[in-house]
């Protein structure tokens, strides 16, 4: 963390990093709860057990949900679209799904740049 003027810690860069894309899209590198050090991110929050997607990925012994071979759209997967996930995507206006589509289209590179780029965590709905 870097002082700013007047004491206040202001949180560091935002860095493109394809290891700080969760499991389900979204991208770490770019969280304030990540930023500030409270969080480890997706892939090291052993605590997460809670999370289906995370789950779900451990299982199938794949990264995220883009290298999903089951489904195609991840919004026709239960457990990437359950009921705690649509309730996130309105609180926070998220597109988890969105973030899936980049990562497949521009790959994990083009979607750590992009979100970094942005300064969010997810792509707006």
Request: glycine content about 8%; some cysteine.
């Amino acid at each position: 963390m870097i002082p700013a003027p007047g004491g206040d810690v202001t949180m560091p860069a935002i860095q493109a990093n394809v290891g700080l894309i969760a499991r389900c899209g979204l991208y770490c590198g770019a969280c304030k709860s990540y930023l500030k050090g409270t969080c480890t991110g997706c892939h090291e929050n052993s605590k997460a057990t809670w999370c289906k997607v995370r789950s779900c990925c451990a299982d199938k012994r794949i990264e995220i949900c883009a290298d999903c071979t089951e489904f195609a759209d991840p919004r026709a997967c239960s457990k990437f679209n359950n009921f705690m996930s649509k309730l996130f995507g309105l609180v926070f206006n998220s597109d988890r799904a969105a973030c899936i589509a980049q990562i497949k289209q521009i790959g994990r590179d083009g979607h750590a740049t992009a979100m970094a780029e942005l300064k969010r965590p997810t792509l707006k709905r």
